[in-house]
């Protein structure tokens, strides 16, 4: 698998705004729009609301009918959520990951920007996401 690198840490949070604040006062990180995507997952449709930072900072905040970010939220509280990691064939990945028994829970796909979710089970404890895009990130060239 050819791994390009960290793609963004991804932090669930109760209170999208009040965490913003924290993170643009306390670091000068600056954040895009809201972005409000439904991804498709085995368990269903998760429906979260988002913010990214062009340094690779998530905040993400369950909005209704949200299971798994909900439920990451009850048993844990806020804090990290998952680390997605940028690959440069996706597919190959998938592959890769599948013929060892390893395989993607959800997946989502917008323009040129494709991701695939694994369970924490397969990586330590660590939701993993693997994502394929042309660089900037969509997220970064959005809010321009």
Known sequence: MDVIGVDRVIIATENIDATRSQFEALLG?????????????????????????????????PREDSAEVARFL????????AVSIRVH???GAIEELSRKGVDPV????????AEVFYHPQHFGGAFVILAEYDAPHPAETASL
């Open 89 to 91: 064939d996706l597919d």
């Open 29 to 61: 990180l600056s954040f895009g729009d809201l972005l409000e995507p439904t991804t498709n997952t085995d368990a269903g449709d998760e429906n979260v609301a988002n913010v990214l930072s062009a340094s690779g900072i998530e905040l993400v905040t």
């Open 74 to 81: 009850e048993e844990n509280g806020p804090g990290l959520y």
């Open 106 to 113: 959800g997946e989502y796909e917008a323009n040129d920007f």
